[in-house]
């Protein structure tokens, strides 16, 4: 069986800094069906490394039709901004972000990875022999 391929792609995104003031910067996004129930997205800032988020497939695709998430993840779309952007809610003990993503970037990206795995179907993507053998050598 041929392993299915990873599905990346490259958003420009608004950092929020006031109501008037936003700094352009790039999000990259990374499915992995290995890996079928996160999307790990990567941030690039004048840092050496990106900093890098994993989020819920389901969170990410939740969020573009309501208010989604809650503690350090929250996503929802722009109220009066139609279907063109959301609000993605970043917080850590260093701070928070809010960033300004544009729903289509989102979207496209959402029906590419559940093309390659269909939600609902994510479990039957997993290698739980290698799971079970990586909770064990933890424990």
Known sequence: MEPL?????????????????????????????????????????????????VLGRDLLADGLRGSAGCGDVRIWPAVGRGDQAMYIVLGSPAGTALLEVPVQDVRTFLENTEALVPRGTESGHIDWNVELANLFAKG
């Open 5 to 53: 391929k990873t599905v990346m792609q490259g958003v420009a995104v608004q950092l929020v800094i006031s109501r008037t003031s936003s700094l352009s910067m790039c999000m990259s996004l990374r499915y992995e069906p290995t890996d079928p129930y996160v999307v790990r997205a990567a941030f690039f800032t004048d840092a050496d490394e990106p900093v890098e988020w």
